[in-house]
């Protein structure tokens, strides 16, 4: 798409101040236990077939707090985050969700939610880990992406094209998280069936 020089430019500023965006860790919600009906969740845990798994497990939805300090909008495409528990570190396995496209004002600010779909086919976690992130104990978490963009898109004077690509890395960690209650009897049915499944 061909870009006129006033839209190019304001293009240009809005991808550029990507990358002064302020980024911080607001809440981190697991209350979103994903399950059948009560009576299949029974049935299932006494079949133990292992290949019902991927029905059960919980929605972490993470909300990043994102503040444009700058006088221009500031966008973005979107990217993937990825999300650890438990241990943090770079080769710990993590697992991703989309990070939604924004837009900011300028010096305005933007809440931005990101929801990681953890179900008990992905062998992420040890049931510990399971049991802590599901009630909501003090637990420690990472969530990092890079925010990597074109600044140049093909509409782009070729005399400037060559300025590239850029990227911004998004790395906030958080030592619990704030969760609603859930509901004790099917939340124990959910671990009991993860024991027996995983062998922990």
């Known amino acids: 798409m061909s870009l006129n020089g006033c839209d190019f430019l304001d293009t240009l500023w809005e991808r550029i101040q990507v990358l002064t965006v302020n980024f911080s860790f607001d809440r981190l919600d697991v209350s979103g236990l994903v399950y059948p009906s009560l ?7 006494f079949s133990l077939d292992v290949s019902n798994r991927g029905k059960y497990g919980v929605n972490v939805r993470c909300r990043i707090k994102a ?8 966008a ?3 990217a993937q985050a990825f999300l650890r528990a438990g241990d943090t570190s770079s080769a710990a396995q993590s697992i991703s969700a989309s990070l939604p496209a924004f837009r900011i ?4 600010g933007a809440d931005l939610d990101i929801v990681f779909p953890l179900r008990l086919d ?12 599901v009630r909501g104990d003090s637990l420690p978490y990472r969530l990092s992406a890079d925010l990597f963009f074109r600044l140049l898109d093909e509409g782009a004077p070729e005399a400037v094209r060559e300025l590239g690509n850029k990227t911004v890395p998004l790395n906030l960690a958080r030592g619990s998280v704030d969760a609603k209650e859930t509901g004790t009897a099917v939340l124990d049915l959910v671990l009991a069936y993860l024991r027996l499944l995983f062998g922990f």
């Open 39 to 45: 009576l299949e969740t029974t049935q299932d845990l």
């Open 122 to 133: 992905n062998p992420l976690f040890t049931y510990d880990t399971w049991t802590k992130l």
């Open 76 to 78: 973005f495409d979107g």
């Open 67 to 74: 503040d444009n300090p700058n006088s221009h909008a500031a």
């Open 105 to 108: 004002e300028a010096g305005k």
